[in-house]
């Protein structure tokens, strides 16, 4: 028969409480190291997409309009997107909104973390000209906004934008994330697909 007094039952404990501490410890240690984890993956992350091939992130959306209001020349093709921007139109343009375009007042997202917007675009026969720009909350829809004047090839290419160059533009409140906007009465199609913000 084994007894056991109280002494060795006050042993016992100790043994079971030290035995608790020492694993209370490690998974606390265990996650606090998965947490550092994350945040070292977030501080890596060089980029943020906003399209993937065709494909929108999650609270993002697209508009398109011309100068008579002409809403049917954008079509998705397996993994991108044609313009085919029509004849006798003073403008066009396709918008890439925080969520679903609207009137004021509009949400925003901060991107003011990256330095540059990066579009894949290409166009039918190459030499096709598009404006790029972006907008805040807060912009008018004038047309009055800064737009980059790009001549599209007729090969894909990864053309990035400097978020610094549209001026008036405060990237910490951005709802048109991107812009194409094409100008003029001249009938002419191009490709687009990736949009994504980037970190240098």
Same mark, same amino acid.
């Given at each position: 028969?084994?007894? @056991?007094?109280?002494?060795?039952?006050?042993?016992?404990?100790?043994?079971?409480?030290?035995?608790?501490? /020492? !694993?209370?410890?490690?998974? +606390? !240690?265990?996650?606090?190291?998965?947490?550092?984890?994350?945040?070292?993956?977030?501080?890596?992350?060089?980029?943020?997409?906003?399209? @993937?091939?065709?494909?929108?992130?999650?609270?993002?959306?697209?508009?398109?309009?011309?100068?008579?209001?002409? $809403?049917?020349?954008?079509?998705?093709?397996?993994?991108?997107?044609?313009?085919?921007?029509?004849?006798?139109?003073?403008?066009?343009?396709?918008?890439?909104?925080?969520?679903?375009?609207?009137?004021?007042?509009?949400?925003?997202?901060?991107?003011?973390?990256?330095?540059?917007?990066? @579009?894949? %675009?290409?166009?039918?026969?190459? /030499?096709?000209?598009?404006? @790029?720009?972006?907008?805040?909350?807060?912009?008018?829809?004038?047309?009055?906004? $800064?737009?980059?004047?790009?001549?599209?090839?007729?090969?894909?290419?990864?053309?990035?934008?400097?978020?610094?160059?549209?001026?008036?533009?405060?990237?910490? +409140?951005?709802?048109?994330? $991107?812009?194409?906007?094409?100008?003029?009465?001249?009938?002419?199609? %191009?490709?687009?697909?990736?949009?994504?913000?980037? /970190?240098?």
């Amino acid at each position: 028969m084994l007894i @056991i007094g109280k002494s060795d039952l006050d042993d016992l404990d100790l043994t079971k409480k030290n035995t608790f501490s /020492r !694993l209370f410890s490690f998974l +606390i !240690l265990g996650s606090l190291l998965a947490f550092a984890n994350v945040v070292s993956e977030a501080d890596a992350q060089e980029f943020r997409d906003i399209m @993937i091939g065709s494909s929108l992130v999650e609270n993002f959306d697209m508009g398109v309009n011309s100068g008579k209001n002409r $809403t049917d020349w954008l079509s998705e093709s397996g993994g991108f997107f044609e313009a085919s921007y029509p004849s006798e139109q003073s403008w066009g343009a396709i918008f890439v909104t925080v969520g679903t375009p609207i009137n004021p007042p509009r949400p925003s997202v901060d991107l003011s973390s990256y330095d540059a917007v990066s @579009i894949d %675009m290409k166009g039918l026969n190459g /030499r096709e000209v598009v404006w @790029i720009g972006i907008k805040t909350k807060d912009q008018r829809d004038k047309g009055r906004e $800064t737009k980059i004047r790009t001549v599209l090839t007729e090969n894909w290419s990864s053309y990035e934008f400097d978020l610094e160059t549209f001026k008036g533009a405060n990237p910490e +409140i951005l709802y048109v994330v $991107t812009e194409i906007v094409f100008d003029g009465q001249v009938a002419q199609t %191009m490709f687009f697909r990736n949009i994504r913000y980037l /970190r240098r």
